[in-house]
C-alpha cells in the first residue's frame, strides 16, 4: 500500500509549552510543531513566526497576555512558508518584517506554497479557513536590520541561505538568545524541500559564530544551554551534510533518483527515523538534493500536483 501522503496521517495533537528565556524572550514550543519566538521589549512585543492560521495564532496571543498587555506591534516571518506566516493577521500588528528575499519567494510561489502545504498537512492548518490570503510584509530589508523596542537592541539578520533563500534569524545580542526559524531543528526532521544543501552548513556556522547562549528552533523544544545550542547545530549539519553526501555519491554513480531516494532512507533512517515528520520530509528533501546535484542550483516551485506525482514516483 502506498505510504499515506506527507503528514496526512499524523493527527495526534501536541502538547503547548510557554516558557521565559531570558528577561525578554519568550518560547512558544509544540513537541516538533513550527514554534513561535515572542520578545517582550520595553513598549512594544514582537512575535517570530505567526503560526499556521489566525485561529491556531488566538493561542499565542492568549499565552502572551498571560504575561504582558503591551500591545504587539511587529511579526516577523523567519521565512516564506506557510505553516509559519498564515496566522499573521490574528496579530494585528502595525508592521510585519522579512527579508526582501522572503517576499520575492511569496510573490513567485506563495500561492502555490499555500495550497500545497494545506494538503500535506491538514492538522497543523487548524481552522483553515480563518485564513485571509497569503501574509505580506510591510516592511523589507536586505541584509540585516535593527528594531529597537525600547533599550532592547533586537538585531533581525540574514546569516545565509539553508532552509530557504530567505532565511532570517533574530538575535537578541544582550542577553545572547537566538529565534533560528527552520534554519535549525531539534529532534525534528529538517524540511529541505526549497533549500539550499550546500550553503546550509556554512549558515549554521555563522550561528555557532555568535555563541548563543539560548537558542528557539523551528521545530522541537528550546534549547537553554550553550552544549544544547551546539547539539542542535550539530544535529541539523549532521543531516543535511550526510543526506547530500549520499544523494551526491548516488548522482556521480549515474543512479537514478528513486534508487538514491531508497539508499539515502537506508542510510539515515537508523540515525534520524525518530525524529517528527522523518518519513514526511525525506521524499522532499532527496528530490530537492537531486536536483541541486544535478541541474537546479535554485528550488523549483512545489504545487499540490507536484507534491502528488514526486511521491507516486518515489513510494508508489
Ligand atoms: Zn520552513
Known sequence: MLKAFASQADLAEKKITFEQLSENAYAYTAEGDPNTGIVIGDDAVLVADAQATPVMAQDVIRRIREVT?????????????????LGA?????????ASQDTRDLIVERGEADMKSEIERFPR?????????????????????????????????????RGHT???????????????????????????????????????????AA??????????????????????????????????????????????DVREIYGEARNKLKPKYGD??????????DVTRAFDEATK???PRIWTAQRDQEMWQAMEG
Open 69 to 85: 498587555d503591551k500591545p504587539i506591534r511587529y511579526v516577523l516571518l523567519t521565512h516564506y512558508h506557510a505553516v509559519r506566516v
Open 296 to 298: 537546479y542550483p535554485d
Open 89 to 97: 493577521s490574528a496579530y494585528k500588528a502595525d508592521h510585519i518584517i
Open 275 to 284: 525524529w517528527v515528520i522523518f518519513d514526511h520530509c525525506l521524499p522532499f
Open 210 to 255: 555568535l555563541r548563543p547562549a539560548k537558542l528557539v528552533p523551528g521545530r522541537g523544544a528550546a534549547l537553554s544551554t550553550p552544549e544544547q545550542v551546539q547539539q542542535g547545530l550539530d544535529d541539523t549539519r549532521n543531516f543535511v551534510s550526510e543526506l547530500y553526501a549520499s544523494v551526491e555519491a548516488g548522482v556521480a554513480s549515474g543512479k
Open 124 to 160: 497543523l492548518f487548524r481552522s483553515v479557513e480563518s485564513v485571509p490570503g497569503l501574509t505580506w510584509p510591510t516592511l523589507t530589508f536586505k541584509g540585516e536590520m535593527t528594531l529597537w523596542l525600547g533599550k532592547l537592541e533586537v538585531r533581525i539578520m540574514q546569516l545565509g
Open 165 to 207: 533563500k530567505g532565511d532570517t534569524v533574530l538575535w537578541l545580542p544582550q542577553q545572547r538568545v537566538l529565534f533560528s526559524g527552520d534554519l535549525v531543528e531539534f529532534g525534528a526532521t529538517p524540511y529541505a524541500g526549497d533549500a539550499y544543501f550546500q550553503d546550509w552548513p556554512h549558515t549554521l556556522q555563522a550561528i
